[in-house]
């Protein structure tokens, strides 16, 4: 059954796929949050925070975006883990409708280059790939950004350049308005609420490994992971009891995590609560547990089974 046509002074609706890729803390989840206008992926100072394929979703006036936060490329592939993040990214440029590359402004590295090399090759049907220049605040001299823009269109025909900042909600609705024209004449594929195709249960592990992180700061390697053991919905859901155990790689990393007679399993449990109840909207009971798995993240089938792609 087709779709009925809408009025002829109403614009046909437009929806699509954009991927967010980029290497590792360019701010890809930042920006994602700032689009979505509300938190749907984690984020933190600590490299490769994000894991799997976050899909965040905003639907303003007739257009609606289904963006796709990606995994930081990794350019050292030896362990599984690695591996399996950058075959995530690779997986999510063949399927979208348009590519917001997200670098640094004013800066290009090694690591940006190969993350560009990725990008769709240019020509008639390519999907569109855009510059976006994030974290434009740190730029101390703004007349430098304009020569290296120029340089940047050098090095790939992008079709558009985005300098911003993704904390500024202004920004990123100058950025929603640069995308909506790229996006397919199509009718919506969520509902106009939807923020994210993502579960509950997901979205709790996510949170807690955000508290781990930021609280662990550059103590614990970030091949540490997040397994939800329980999530049981009480009270017409005014009520969730969720446990989950954070697996580490090491003996020593569990005693960094537990902390002096248990203080920071504590404080993150309170903080990973505190945003799992303003993001549930309702009460959250949440314990968590701390469990060594040496050589996990170099163990396909135990990524498989803590759920990477």
């Not at 103590?219 to 009520?239: C, M, N, R, W």
């Amino acid at each position: 059954m087709t779709e009925p046509a809408p009025p002829a002074d109403r614009p046909a609706p437009r929806c699509g796929l954009v991927a967010i890729v980029g290497r590792p803390n360019v701010g890809k989840s930042t920006l994602l949050n700032a689009l979505v206008g509300q938190k749907v992926s984690i984020t933190s100072r600590k490299a490769q925070t994000t894991r799997h394929r976050i899909t965040g979703i905003r639907t303003q006036g007739e257009s609606q975006f289904v963006f796709v936060d990606t995994p930081g490329f990794q350019t050292q592939h030896g362990a599984a883990l690695n591996r399996t993040l950058n075959r995530t990214v690779k997986g999510v440029l063949a399927d979208v409708d348009a590519v917001l590359f997200v670098v640094e402004a004013g800066r290009f590295t090694l690591d940006d280059a190969k993350v560009l090399a990725l990008m769709p090759a240019p020509g008639d049907g390519a999907r569109p790939v855009i510059l976006v220049a994030n974290k434009l605040d740190a730029v101390r001299r703004r007349a430098e950004i304009a020569p290296w823009l120029r340089g940047m269109q050098e090095r790939y025909p992008f079709a558009e350049f985005v300098p911003l900042c993704a904390r500024k909600p202004e920004d990123a609705q100058r950025l929603l308005a640069i995308v909506a024209p790229y996006l397919p004449a199509q009718a919506w594929l969520h509902e106009e609420e939807a923020l994210t195709d993502r579960s509950e249960r997901f979205l709790a592990s996510e949170l807690i490994r955000e508290k781990l992180f930021r609280l662990t700061g550059d103590e614990l390697p970030y091949t540490s992971t997040v397994v939800i053991d329980k999530f049981e919905e009480e009270a017409q859901g005014a009520l969730r009891r969720i446990a989950a155990t954070i697996v580490v790689e090491r003996e020593a990393h569990k005693g960094i995590v537990i902390g002096a007679g248990g203080e920071r399993l504590k404080r993150i449990g309170a903080q990973a609560r505190g945003d799992l109840e303003a993001l549930l909207g309702g009460k959250v009971f949440l314990e968590l547990w701390v469990k060594v798995r040496s050589g996990w993240a170099d163990d396909e089938a135990h990524l498989r089974s803590y759920g990477y792609e």
